[in-house]
């Protein structure tokens, strides 16, 4: 019992036999060593905020740390690299479906003409598969990044295949200053409904940060119809994103330090540094130790009467791998790589561990795709493809938009794909899922087998065999040479 608990006891006890035997029962009830607040949790933050409440306010300062970790240090570089290398890769391709073939090719030539060519982007520099990889880039280093439709009518709609085009923005085009719009709630620039969904954006006209402005800065409302908002959703109720770096910048930070004092030591340790050291009474010269700054293999120096040259010894650099590999193992954990990407480190990797550590990462690759640039740069970007379309005077055309990611790199083939095909003939996968997981598109395969067919006929050879080689029809042995073969047989 406390001072206040022996205050309320002796002037209401019956208060007090209360206030203790609910503190006896709070104890007993507190089977969470987490939950505690004593020693050992002793500065741990738990703030009961809401998903996008958690890091309101700090958004940009994340943002901009981020980013000069990007610039500045190679493992956040790298590991920036290794996501969108693997999550987007030579990009996510899409491609037509549709029973009615005239249908299908008016679409996929408009999809070839305007999606995969620059005439999609706003500055006429990126195509589809571009602003896929600049996107998840975005994603990684800011947690969020903007994609904004522009229509394109009269002069600027010249050439364009179809009437729109797209800009990306960086979402530190948001407007903060606005905090509401009518009925409607407005946080860090993004308007809220009623409902609570994402209703609208407040951009301004240029980036912030740009050295110079065309316009004076100001901001207008952007309808989200007209906005594809890309970030990673981790809690209920999440709408906003953040840097993937944010729960490794400090150990990124103070692994970046301790590399800069391991080379400071290590060029410390690279020096022979020499002192002289005087005898009492000594007479100096002019020029103490002439020659010694000059030190070189089978130099002769003289020294004055009463100087005694000492060398250093400088320190050694110990327990640097150690301590970097401990170190990066972590930063790799929290991003959701593996260690040997992100270091670029192989030893002691053999072909079961680098394909079962390869098999973690390749299930968080497959969940990022799908959610972020399969569900939301997809879809939205199809979404506009059939608007223009409309708009074109192709509204109504049957058909289905599929997204087939690039080839994943296989470990070792010889094992995986044997295994692959024994999935398929075991009809434990289809032949087209596989080859849309190995990258491939099942439609382009199978015309090209068709036009190899084809061609084969046409230049008079057999079928291929099942190894893959093609070999002109074999011609019938001459008798001496049906000789020779017995013999060699025998």
């Not at 979402?171 to 200053?177: A, K, P």
């Not at 401990?326 to 260690?339: D, E, P």
């Amino acid at each position: 019992m406390n001072i206040i608990d022996r205050t309320i006891g002796f002037f209401a006890p019956q208060a007090g036999l209360r206030r203790v035997a609910a503190r006896a029962q709070i104890s007993t009830l507190m089977n969470y060593d987490a939950a505690s607040r004593g020693r050992r949790a002793y500065g741990w933050k738990a703030p009961a905020t809401a998903a996008d409440a958690a890091a309101f306010g700090s958004r940009a300062r994340m943002r901009q740390l981020s980013r000069d970790m990007v610039r500045n240090r190679p493992y956040a570089a790298r590991a920036k690299d290794v996501i969108v290398a693997n999550v987007v890769g030579a990009g996510i391709m899409p491609s037509i479906r549709s029973e009615n073939d005239n249908a299908k090719a008016t679409v996929q030539d408009l999809l070839e003409r305007h999606l995969l060519t620059p005439s999609l982007d706003s500055l006429g520099e990126y195509d589809l598969l571009e602003m896929q990889q600049i996107a998840m880039s975005a994603v990684f280093t800011d947690g969020e990044v903007l994609l904004r439709r522009r229509w394109r009518t009269g002069s600027y709609g010249v050439g364009l295949p179809l009437p729109y085009q797209v800009e990306m923005i960086e979402v530190d085009c948001l407007d903060t200053t606005v905090q509401s719009y009518g009925d409607n709630l407005v946080i860090e620039g993004v308007e809220y409904g009623p409902t609570g969904a994402i209703e609208a954006y407040h951009l301004y006209n240029e980036h912030p940060g740009a050295v110079r402005h065309r316009k004076a800065l100001q901001s207008s409302r952007v309808h989200w119809s007209d906005v594809i908002h890309i970030r990673r959703m981790d809690r209920p109720g999440q709408l906003r994103g953040v840097p993937w770096l944010a729960p490794v910048m400090m150990t990124l930070g103070e692994i970046s330090d301790y590399q800069e004092a391991q080379i400071l030591k290590q060029k410390i340790s690279s020096l022979m540094a020499v002192m002289i050291k005087w005898a009492s009474g000594s007479v100096r010269g002019e020029k103490p130790g002439a020659g010694l700054e000059e030190l070189a293999p089978g130099a002769i120096v003289d020294l004055p009467e009463g100087a005694e040259p000492v060398t250093v010894n400088p320190p050694t650099v110990e327990g640097y791998d150690d301590f970097m590999t401990v170190a990066l193992r972590s930063v790799a954990v929290g991003i959701g790589i593996t260690f040997e990407s992100l270091s670029g480190n192989l030893r002691q990797v053999n072909f079961s561990s680098g394909r079962m550590g390869r098999n973690e990462m390749d299930r968080l690759i497959h969940m990022w795709r799908r959610s972020m640039m399969i569900m939301q740069f997809g879809v939205g970007m199809e979404r506009w493809f059939r608007e223009g379309l409309a708009i074109a005077g192709h509204k109504g055309i049957p058909f289905n938009l599929d997204w087939t990611p690039p080839r994943r790199i296989l470990i070792d083939p010889t094992r995986e794909i044997p295994a692959m095909i024994e999935e398929v003939e075991a009809g434990l996968a289809s032949r087209q899922g596989v080859q849309r997981e190995l990258g491939r598109d099942p439609d382009r395969i199978r015309a090209e087998r068709k036009q190899d067919e084809e061609a084969d006929k046409a230049s008079g050879l057999t079928p291929a065999a099942s190894t893959g080689n093609q070999q002109k029809p074999a011609a019938e042995p001459a008798e001496d040479e049906g000789a020779n073969n017995a013999e060699d047989g025998q």
